[in-house]
């Protein structure tokens, strides 16, 4: 669990969405959009690190907020940051995914993580109720298929353009993040949006990340390629 | 209008989904995947070229079938090689879309010509009948942010990867196609995607193409980056 790893930790602990929390995040802008009503509601948080989301989802309304993360560290956190929810120590693979108890599902860029997206997409749409949306932002494609995830640089060092490679060749690819070695999963466009609807969720939104007109000029990079995609769908 | 430009019609005319039809486009194992049912149906192609399509959808029932292109010389081959249904000469901004009249529309490899994606995708709807289809095959946001519409290549000459560049700066990209200048229009994932759920189509699938098991071997760099993205929406 690369998230329990001592430097990895360390470092995440400094990322702006970390010391920030939401108003850090440079998606957030957009993710916040595509968030469901949550007065009364039944919210599950997918891999949810610091208990933002859930934090929000609480502050909005909703009267039941359940986050799981494989990571003791991330929980520990969530419970000193965002207390008031439910935290349990349990992985994606492992949630039991019980029919017809949620109204909301989030998932914060954790998917990209996740080796089987149809599965977890089929177990999803089980656990939400009727009508239940599924709010999630996973590493764009075009992100997870870079050339070790990084971009060619000009010769004064500066981000040039995103190399692309093997797109359609899915599964593991490694990684440097936050000075570690990282697995993360490659999937398709057409994994992801297909998986959705062959789980039979009908597509909402979706939308690609990229920094609002404030932001922008702190990582001017982030206009040359997609980093996240931002999806809802709803059951 | 560049398809009826002689070099680049001459080229066109050398190509394996001109000699040899739908048979010879390597997309078209997914895309006859996504047609609709055609027997007894109105059919409708934006952009119809050679015709092919349009001897599709009359070679399997259709009972009506209208091709529109803004090229005289891709009318004239398609009257010779795909007699039967009716062809116009007509460019997409211009078809006044009358309301209700189609079962389907189709429309293969036309839209990154297209601006104003949303405008058009709202004129489908309109035209359709309630139920209608729309199937489209358009450039890539991967393939037409690519810098240059090129390769980086090896030391042997070889694709090597592909470089992505200004992927949120949407707009005309100057491209060289068969020999010539051609101008396509770059619009994110984002845009097709909301551009059709707004003007009111559910989505049914989106596909990436990739070469057939038998093609590969002959377009190995195929499986580097997607080039073309397929899409079903219905009214």
Known sequence: MIYDNETFFGEYAKMSRSTQGLAGAGEWHQLEGLM???AGKAVLDLGCGYG?????????????????DASEKMLAAAEQRNPGPTYRLCGLEEYEYPAEQWDAVVSNLVLHYVADLADIFHKIHRTLKPGGVLVFNIEHPV????VREDWIYDREGRPQCWPVDDYYIEGPRQT????CQVEKQHHTLQTIVMGL???????????????????????????????????RGRK
Chains 1, 2 share one sequence.
């Open 36 to 38: 469901p009503d949550m």
């Open 52 to 68: 933002w989301h859930c934090g929000y989802a609480l502050d909005h309304g909703a009267v039941r907020v359940l986050g799981i």
């Open 143 to 146: 992100f997870t298929a870079g």
């Open 176 to 179: 440097v993040f936050l000075g």
């Open 197 to 231: 609807l062959k789980a039979g969720f009908t597509l909402e939104a979706l939308e690609e990340a990229r920094p609002s007109a404030e932001m922008l000029p702190l990582m001017p990079e982030e206009q040359k390629r997609p980093m996240m995609l931002l999806i």
